[in-house]
């Protein structure tokens, strides 16, 4: 039986957020919602209901639903890009033109952010996609000039121009991008599984091809 104490005693209030934080928690609930479904299928409705807040907040703080697909877009750039600076300082030494790509591409191929980049191309928002932004490609491309110029250095061979660095890094985009949009399809097909082996070997065969286009001997093994 409850006590008279009990009965009075107030209900604990939720902690409540800043804006900061509400903004971010509804970004942090959109993201999942546009990389399964493609942003086409989702709405400002489903945002809150995910994000557990109301439909009202969400266009409080968004205005539309396309200014939120562009925030989610923008947030997931900014996250590559630090993830990819922090994987730079945090290395004991500075990766080589092989270790380089390889972070490239696992960076690119996590999770889903392959059907949210192939969205933002086919539906006009290229400028908010992921890496697209200077800061996202130039940091790497800059990197790899570094490299594969200290790389050539030692092998005694003439270092890649940068148009060579900037396209074979294009080349590298386009490739992880197709082949995670049809890995599925086309691995099976050739009578592969659609597994981590063979994204890891596809990755291998792709570095390889690429090392060799900035005149970098594949590591071996």
């Not at 409540?16 to 942003?39: D, F, K, V, Y």
């Not at 992921?130 to 996202?136: H, I």
């Amino acid at each position: 039986m409850a006590t008279k104490r009990s009965q009075g005693r107030a209900p604990a209030r939720r902690k409540r957020r800043t804006p900061e934080e509400a903004r971010e928690a509804i970004l942090q609930a959109a993201e999942p919602l546009l990389m399964e479904q493609g942003p086409d299928r989702v709405g400002l409705q489903a945002v809150a209901k995910a994000a557990g807040v109301s439909h009202a907040l969400v266009t409080h703080y968004f205005g539309t639903y396309e200014a939120l697909v562009r925030e989610v877009l923008l947030r997931r750039n900014e996250l590559m890009v630090a993830s990819f600076r922090e994987q730079l300082l945090a290395a004991e030494a500075p990766p080589d033109a092989g270790q380089l790509l390889e972070r490239f591409f696992s960076m690119v191929q996590q999770g889903r952010h392959g059907r949210l980049m192939a969205w933002a191309l086919l539906s006009g928002r290229a400028e908010h996609m992921p890496l697209a932004p200077a800061q996202g490609l130039r940091l790497l491309a800059d990197a790899l000039e570094f490299q594969s110029g200290r790389v050539a250095e030692a092998q005694g061979t003439p270092p890649p121009s940068r148009e060579t660095v900037d396209m074979t890094l294009i080349v590298a985009l386009c490739a992880s991008q197709w082949f995670m949009l049809a890995r599925e399809m086309l691995l099976p097909v050739m009578g592969h599984p659609a597994d981590a082996g063979s994204d890891a070997k596809f990755r291998e065969v792709l570095g390889g091809m690429l090392q060799r286009s900035l005149g970098v001997k594949p590591r071996e093994g």
